[in-house]
């Protein structure tokens, strides 16, 4: 059925890598702090709480959206992967928690609009399958991803993982941005 859906399947799509790749935070964000910017456990609580109130600041704003296409899906993307490109080389903690909370917001904005797009482009029979598929997608693919970067992070450095969970959602918004023009969607 996802298949059948372009609107679907280039979501999940995107979703996969950004899922994989730059959806880890629980490690990349420990490591970041405490490698990256050689800061304290304190130092991550202000990073992670500054993370989360952006993120809570993201929801309200794609709430107020009155209709989610898969552009807005591809800008999510490209939003979260841009913030975090920007966040990789920041010197200090109070940078970085000021970036974090634009990480947060992007990211879910990004979710955000996956489920929204979910929701409204699925057929009312499918929708409960459709949504479990999507959960896998976002949360089921960081026990793959959060071990990689992690040993990724040990070989190359805490900001890597940032890094290329940057790279991977710009990447992934642009292939959303080409489906855009290429379906009409």
């Not at 929801?59 to 939003?79: D, E, M, N, W, Y």
């Not at 979260?80 to 080389?89: D, E, I, K, N, Y």
């Amino acid at each position: 059925y996802i298949v059948s859906v372009p609107e679907l399947w280039v979501t999940f799509l995107m979703l996969l890598v950004v899922g994989t790749i730059s959806y880890n935070f629980t490690v990349t964000v420990p490591l970041f702090v405490e490698q990256g910017l050689h800061a304290s456990d304190a130092a991550y609580t202000v990073v992670y709480a500054a993370f989360s109130a952006g993120a809570l600041v993201g929801a309200f704003l794609v709430a107020r959206r009155s209709s989610i296409r898969l552009r807005t899906v591809s800008l999510g993307a490209a939003a979260l992967g841009v913030a975090m490109l920007v966040l990789t080389p920041v010197p200090d903690v109070a940078l970085a928690a000021v970036l974090s909370a634009a990480v947060g917001g992007a990211s879910v904005a990004y979710m955000t609009a996956t489920t929204a797009i979910a929701q409204v482009r699925t057929d009312p029979g499918m929708i409960g399958r459709v949504l479990a598929i999507q959960t896998v997608l976002l949360i089921g693919t960081t026990p793959i991803g959060g071990p990689i970067l992690g040993a990724i992070s040990d070989a190359a450095g805490a900001r890597i993982p940032i890094l290329m969970g940057g790279i991977a959602a710009v990447a992934a918004a642009a292939f959303g941005m080409i489906a855009v023009r290429r379906w009409k969607v």
